[in-house]
């Protein structure tokens, strides 16, 4: 799976821009270039969303109306190149389409152009809530798990609808019990498609994680969000009483979570900022092993500003680590000799490097 050409229209500081990709490409320029542009309208096209801004506004240049990314992207599975194009309208309006076909929803964009990122947000895996890390995980059982997303969107559904009841004062058992037990049922499946996935993800993660740095003692569990002795269904009943108290569902597969830990202490409070983004970065790249074996393809690496908070050896590390994967890598940069001499193992017509500049008619790649 690999971007061969991709075209950019307002998006931030791009007006138009084409692109030749290549299987590694290093975006190098100065801050507010439009180098971290890139990866956004490459992730735009893979998810439908943004991951600088939860709004439409700053995404689309202000001059425009809307915004448009387009690429052909060869697939193995495919024999000649797929295209996929986004729009984003100000006025909310989402177009995607895959080979001209209109797609029902950004799940299809995701399944057809799986995206890895890892930028500044990243560090939320250690040092966020459990969103962040639910998310993570999520992401890797949706594509290794065809019947998830279903399930995931039922879980969704439900517990919606179970909020909105127990916010009323008065409610009949019997309303409430039906949506305990359709709840719990559902939960019941999430939480297998869940933790089969962490038991194939912990050894790949350990065995990563040696290959970027010396961090020894880092410890994974798999939290399901519920008392781990008892199912859920019991744990809704015994506590319809405090969930009608807080007005939403205090337990189940939404409050699920992965705790880290170094030698029994939380690992943000004990790690260097470097090496978080070193177990951050073996989370994601183990992440990407396991696609690749349950799905036979790889997905596009996005990595804004590698180099910060490494040393020269560890971006090395990771560079090499991410070369081994034989994945398409989008690397964005300040200086390019921070990354020049860090792909040993990528052949030189595999190996592209611009230079993003911002000119008169928004960002330029030359």
């Not at 998810?47 to 240049?61: A, D, K, M, Q, Y």
């Not at 009841?165 to 037990?181: F, G, K, M, S």
């Not at 089969?196 to 740095?213: N, R, S």
């Not at 020894?216 to 008892?230: H, T, V």
Request: net charge neutral; charged share 25%; proline share 3%.
């Amino acid at each position: 799976m690999s971007l061969r050409r991709l075209r950019i229209q307002e998006l931030r500081n791009i007006h138009d821009a084409e692109l030749d990709l290549a299987r590694v490409n290093v975006f190098a320029g100065a801050n507010g270039s439009g180098k971290t542009s890139i990866l956004e309208a490459v992730y735009l096209l893979g998810s439908g969303r943004s991951f600088r801004s939860s709004r439409l506004e700053p995404v689309i240049n202000h001059e425009a109306s809307g915004c448009v990314v387009h690429a052909l992207v060869s697939d193995a599975q495919h024999a000649s190149p797929l295209s996929i194009g986004v729009a984003r309208r100000r006025d909310g309006e989402f177009e995607g389409r895959i080979q001209g076909r209109t797609v029902q929803n950004t799940a299809e964009l995701a399944r057809c152009l799986p995206v890895q990122l890892i930028n500044s947000d990243s560090f939320d895996l250690l040092e966020g809530g459990p969103k962040s890390r639910r998310q993570f995980l999520d992401w890797g059982v949706f594509h290794v798990e065809q019947e998830f997303h279903g399930v995931w969107l039922d879980v969704q559904r439900v517990l919606r609808q179970r909020n909105a009841l127990i916010r009323h004062a008065r409610i009949a058992p019997d309303q409430l019990e039906a949506w305990d037990t359709r709840l719990s049922a559902s939960a019941e499946r999430l939480d297998g498609f869940r933790r089969q996935y962490f038991e194939a993800f912990y050894p790949q993660f350990t065995a990563t994680l040696a290959d970027l740095a010396n961090i020894e003692g880092i410890e994974l569990s798999y939290q399901r969000g519920w008392d781990k002795e008892r199912g859920l269904l019991e744990v809704l009943r015994d506590q319809h009483d405090r969930d009608r108290e807080r007005g939403f569902t205090v337990s189940g597969p939404h409050r699920a979570d992965i705790r880290l830990r170094l030698h029994g202490q939380s690992a943000d409070e004990v790690l260097s900022r470097g090496q978080q983004k070193l177990v951050v970065c073996a989370m994601k790249v183990a992440q990407a092993r396991i696609f690749t074996v349950a799905r036979g393809r790889a997905c596009v690496f996005l990595v804004d500003d590698l180099p910060a908070e490494l040393d020269r050896k560890h971006r090395q590390a990771l560079c090499s680590l991410l070369s081994s994967l034989n994945c398409q890598v989008m690397v964005s940069c300040v200086e390019r000799s921070d990354l020049e001499d860090c792909w040993p193992l990528v052949p030189p017509d595999e190996l592209r490097l611009f230079h993003v500049e911002q000119g008169l008619s928004g960002g330029t790649v030359v």
